[in-house]
């Protein structure tokens, strides 16, 4: 997204929908590899064995940096994320699945900050060519961030179904307290509306949560790498209009964009992974205990 | 000095920028208040910390995420119109 020599044609948007028409390799039915499907690749491998190689060196009782951090995640994953949202019969199955997203989601989000050679583009450099350096976060991409909060969706009604049966499931979304319902047995007409406008609101609901879910993941990454893209290439989008006064454009700009990727790259990439876990587990333990 | 250039998009940017900036006031005084009402509470309770924490960055992310809504429709509402 953000060349590391950028030019005036910069185009910040433009940099996040471009690779889907110009995939690495063209297969039909829309399964291109393409650089979103790259960085999907890359995180998986990264989640999948930067932990497994720390516990193939050797796990110390006196752990050293790597095993100390390590550790911290691990047990960040089962006391604050597991812990904090599922119930004890819902942690042997659930607990792997939210340790997974908060691992998986990490490793997405920290390598979208990671200056990779996978834009698809080059430069002559000294009349080598060079391929551009650019960040982007396989998370900044609707289908990535849909698709896991799908997972989540489906677990979350499967297992409500599973543990409390239809009836009792669907019976949990009204919420305890309201004027019984008894519309053969001459009930009131007040309680039959009440019943029916909380009824629409808890579906509502339902739905809610997966656009918020994912819309949190998604335009946190993507906003995140959009504004580091206009603080640090201001210079070269005004430098069309204001000529060589955009160099001082650049001073403010540029200590503006690192301080910005120095927050995002360290406090949100891992805040955006903690709290979709964490949402994970609570929405999946509410539907197994669902007077919690 | 007179007006050049697209006015229409010029009027579009403008609304772009004053939809993300109204609705970065509301998330940004309600992450004010979930900071700050933290503070006073580990200030309180100095043993509930770790607890009190969790819920914090929890809160912490679903009032910052009003905002992407705001520039979630911002973004669709310039790029339909």
């Known amino acids: 997204m953000l060349s590391l020599l950028a030019t005036s044609d910069f185009n910040p948007v433009s940099e996040f929908t471009d690779f889907i028409n110009h995939p690495y390799v063209d297969l039909p039915l829309g399964l291109d590899i393409n650089k979103g499907v790259v960085y999907l690749w890359l995180s998986a491998a990264t989640a999948i064995l930067v932990p497994l190689l720390i516990i193939r060196r050797g796990l110390k009782a006196k752990p050293g940096r790597w095993q100390t951090f390590l550790e911290m995640v691990y047990d960040t994953a089962y006391t604050q994320i597991a812990k904090a949202g599922l119930p004890e019969e819902g942690m042997r199955i659930w607990f792997p699945y939210v340790g997974t997203c908060f691992i998986f989601i990490w490793a997405m989000n920290v390598i979208g900050f990671i200056p990779l050679p996978f834009s698809g583009e080059s430069v002559q450099l000294l009349g080598v060519d060079v391929p551009k350096l650019q960040i982007y976060a396989a998370s900044a991409n609707l289908s990535v961030a849909l698709t896991l909060t799908l997972v989540t969706f489906v677990a979350t009604h499967v297992e409500g179904i599973r543990y409390n049966g239809v009836v009792g499931y669907f019976k949990s979304w009204i919420p305890a307290g309201l004027p019984p319902v008894r519309p053969l047995r001459g009930g009131s007409v007040g309680a039959a509306i009440l019943f029916g406008l909380i009824a629409v609101v808890e579906v509502l609901s339902q739905f809610v949560r997966l656009v918020s879910l994912s819309f949190r993941l998604f335009f946190n990454m993507l906003a995140g790498h959009l504004v580091i893209a206009v603080f640090l290439g201001v210079g070269a989008l005004m430098a069309a209009s204001l000529g060589n006064a955009a160099f001082a454009v650049h001073i403010i700009g540029f200590p503006m964009g690192v301080a910005l990727y120095l927050l995002e790259a360290t406090l949100i990439a891992a805040l955006q992974a903690y709290i979709f876990a964490a949402l994970s587990a609570i929405y999946i333990g509410g539907a197994i205990h669902p007077e919690h | ?81």
């Open chain 2, 1 to 81: 000095m007179a007006v050049q250039g697209d006015v229409n998009t010029a009027a579009k940017t403008i609304v772009l920028g004053l939809a993300t900036g109204f609705g970065a006031i509301g998330p940004g005084i309600g992450v004010g208040i979930i900071f700050g009402k933290t503070i006073e509470a580990v200030g309180r309770q100095p043993e509930l910390r770790g607890q009190l924490t969790g819920m914090m960055w929890l809160g912490f992310a679903l009032t910052e995420a009003i905002v992407f809504y705001a520039l979630g429709m911002a973004f669709v509402a310039y790029a339909i119109t």
